[in-house]
């Protein structure tokens, strides 16, 4: 990029963005960013991963190799992450030696532990349910066996690392749910009663200009755990709403005020209490499923965002042009294998559906495989349609 005082003039491709991960998320950021006039290189171990097909070049190892991070570093002129797993020492390293990575290494470090991430809340006085103790492996493995005394019920345990799409979280209520205990290194939490869970998506560009997409309501499967409604926006009072953005915008200044790099898109997840309070429940330093409707929805997708923020252009408008709801098409338990989707023809023929499928060679129970949006100027409209699609479209496999 050549600047002078009047203009800013850009050779193509703008920037080579390296990304590590190469799921959905890494190749719906791909589909904006060879939009939008960027190179894009990508690290993931499956050379026939989604992003395979429109990456720019794909470099084949485990998101942990240091070999192959330093190579996804050299040919980048910014790295950010579609996952959090990774190798952060080996990122700290990079960075320390020039490479431009966000968000930062130090703050997916941070996020990455569940109990660093919950006393980062506490200690910046942001509202989070209670962190009752820690759990280390033994002592996880001394209460299950009934060596150790359980605190009172109900509580969470939720594990330090490697928690994701509904992994790493046991509920236990009652001495019936002892066999749920994870055996880890862990916390337990205070459970909550929860009246409904929301997700504030904030971006931060590298000038400190922060803003937000409307809050939206997220509905989770209660098989799987994983995210199966999203509705935007959230049917919540305005001042509701207000209020969880102002704490979003608090996550976000708290890493700031650590001296961390908080640049990029993140989504702050929430719970609604029966009594009406709004506590942080998880913060993903990344694009996000509670921010797919974008795409459609709004004037700027969560992605082009992440894009704009990491590489210095100015952020987009976050304005929702449309009321939205999006459901994530998961494999249906009982099939494994090469995907079928049925009901196909019931999304096409549906007015305001558009479907998005990742591209995975094969399904599984409970895989992400493709998500729906339906977008319509009438909210209940547009849910009544998602369910309609959400009980005609299944994903299989092949010879079942």
Not at 78 to 100: D, F, M, P, Q, S
Not at 173 to 201: G, Q
Not at 215 to 230: G, Q
Not at 242 to 249: D, G, T
Request: glycine share 6%; charged share 25%.
């Amino acid at each position: 990029m050549v600047s002078s005082t009047e203009k800013s003039i850009y050779t193509f491709p703008i920037k080579a963005v390296g990304v590590i991960g190469g799921g959905q998320l890494g190749k719906m950021l791909t589909l904006k960013a060879k939009e939008m006039g960027f190179k894009v290189i990508a690290l993931d171990k499956d050379p026939s991963c989604p992003v395979s097909s429109i990456c720019d070049e794909l470099i084949i190892s485990s998101l942990y190799d240091t070999e192959k991070l330093h190579e996804l570093a050299k040919k980048s002129d910014v790295v950010t992450y579609e996952i959090e797993h990774t190798n952060t020492e080996a990122l700290r390293h990079l960075e320390k030696i020039g490479t431009k990575i966000l968000p930062s290494p130090a703050l997916l470090e941070l996020v990455n532990d569940k109990l660093q991430q919950k006393s980062h809340l506490i200690k910046y006085g942001i509202p989070t349910s209670k962190l009752v103790r820690e759990v280390t492996k033994t002592d996880s493995i001394e209460y299950k066996s009934g060596m150790k005394e359980l605190p009172p019920l109900p509580f969470v345990q939720k594990a330090r690392k490697g928690g994701y799409d509904g992994k790493g979280v046991a509920v236990i209520k009652s001495e019936k749910d002892v066999d749920r205990i994870l055996e880890t290194d862990s916390f337990f939490e205070e459970f909550v009663e929860i009246e409904k869970e929301i997700s504030v998506l904030v971006a931060r560009d590298i000038n400190g200009n922060i803003v937000s997409y409307p809050v939206v309501e997220m509905v989770f499967d209660a098989r799987s755990n994983i995210l199966d409604m999203l509705i935007s926006p959230a049917r919540i009072p305005e001042d509701t709403s207000q209020k969880a953005i102002s704490i979003a915008y608090d996550v976000i200044n708290s890493f700031v005020s650590s001296n961390l790099k908080a640049v990029g898109v993140f989504a702050v997840e929430m719970f609604i209490t029966k009594s009406g309070d709004i506590l942080v429940n998880e913060i993903a330093p990344r694009v996000h499923n509670s921010g797919h409707h974008t795409i459609e929805s709004c004037l700027t997708s969560q992605f082009e965002q992440h894009l704009r923020a990491i590489t210095g252009l100015p952020l987009g408008s976050t304005k929702q042009h449309t009321p939205a709801v999006m459901i994530n098409l998961l494999g249906e338990p009982g099939y494994t294998g090469k995907p079928v989707i049925t009901g196909l023809e019931e999304v096409l023929k549906m007015e305001g559906a558009h479907l998005h499928w990742y591209g995975k060679s094969t399904t599984a129970p409970f895989r992400k495989m493709g998500h729906i949006t339906i977008i319509d100027e009438d909210l209940n409209s547009a849910i009544q349609k998602a369910k309609i699609l959400r009980e005609r479209v299944k994903i299989i496999s092949e010879n079942t």
